[in-house]
T-cell receptor, first 116, second 115 residues
Framework: AQKITQTQPGMFVQEKEAVTLDCTYD???????LFWYKQPSSGEMIFLIY??????QNATEGRYSLNFQKARKSANLVISASQLGDSAMYFC?????????????FGTGTRLQVTL | EPEVTQTPSHQVTQMGQEVILRCVPI?????FYWYRQILGQKVEFLVS????????KSEIFDDQFSVERPDGSNFTLKIRSTKLEDSAMYFC?????????????FGPGTRLTVT
């Protein structure tokens, strides 16, 4: 079974609109972290937002927020007021375990295209 | 703002040749990682490194791969005898601490092309 599932290979959104990128995860650990990274066409990986499994509030970072639904094992990224510069690949990722398990496991990504 | 740097940005090598990819992690970070991304695919974990030894490695990281921190600043990934399927973008990342709460900062990547 996939640890991280991103079911939307591509999404379109109009400038200034909000968009939700879906992510579901699978883990048996009680302690884990969920991350979103942005990868523009230039290739670098840019950290956007983090949500811990014990965090009761949804994480927010500027125009990014994470809609965390623990019972559904989903961690959707919401981008408000989309800008042309938001066009990129977006990867959801998870780190499991409290300490020694340090690797990130990534989903297959969603390509977001922001249009005028 | 401190950042992870990687050199070279693009490396072309012939099949069977050895290649060394270099990374300079953020200076006060203690945990170091290599990931790779085959074109059009997801990012895959290769290896993590702490206190001068490998913490964890994936099944991709076989005997052809090795990592080293030769001095206080560089972190290298060596592929001993490259194969066509090693063509990918290789990302170095570093983290201040281990544990899921600490984000990993990624370098810009080295695109490796094996011909």
């Amino acid at each position: 079974a996939q640890k991280i599932t991103q079911t939307q290979p591509g999404m379109f959104v109009q400038e200034k609109e909000a968009v939700t990128l879906d992510c579901t995860y699978d883990t048996s650990d009680q302690s884990y972290g969920l991350f979103w990274y942005k990868q523009p066409s230039s290739g670098e990986m840019i950290f956007l937002i983090y949500q811990g499994s014990y965090d009761e509030q949804n994480a927010t970072e500027g125009r990014y927020s994470l809609n965390f639904q623990k019972a559904r094992k989903s961690a959707n990224l919401v981008i408000s007021a989309s800008q042309l510069g938001d066009s990129a690949m977006y990867f959801c990722a998870m780190r499991e375990g409290p300490g020694t398990a340090s690797k990130l496991t990534f989903g297959t990504g969603t390509r977001l295209q922001v249009t005028l | 703002e401190p950042e992870v740097t990687q050199t070279p940005s693009h490396q072309v090598t012939q099949m069977g040749q050895e290649v060394i990819l270099r990374c300079v992690p953020i200076s006060n970070h203690l945990y170091f990682y290599w990931y790779r991304q085959i074109l059009g695919q997801k990012v895959e974990f290769l290896v993590s490194f702490y206190n001068n030894e490998i913490s964890e490695k994936s099944e991709i990281f076989d005997d052809q791969f090795s990592v080293e921190r030769p001095d206080g600043s560089n972190f290298t990934l060596k592929i001993r005898s490259t194969k066509l399927e090693d063509s990918a973008m290789y990302f170095c990342a570093s983290s201040l601490r281990m544990g899921h709460a600490y984000e990993q900062y990624f370098g810009p990547g080295t695109r490796l092309t094996v011909t």
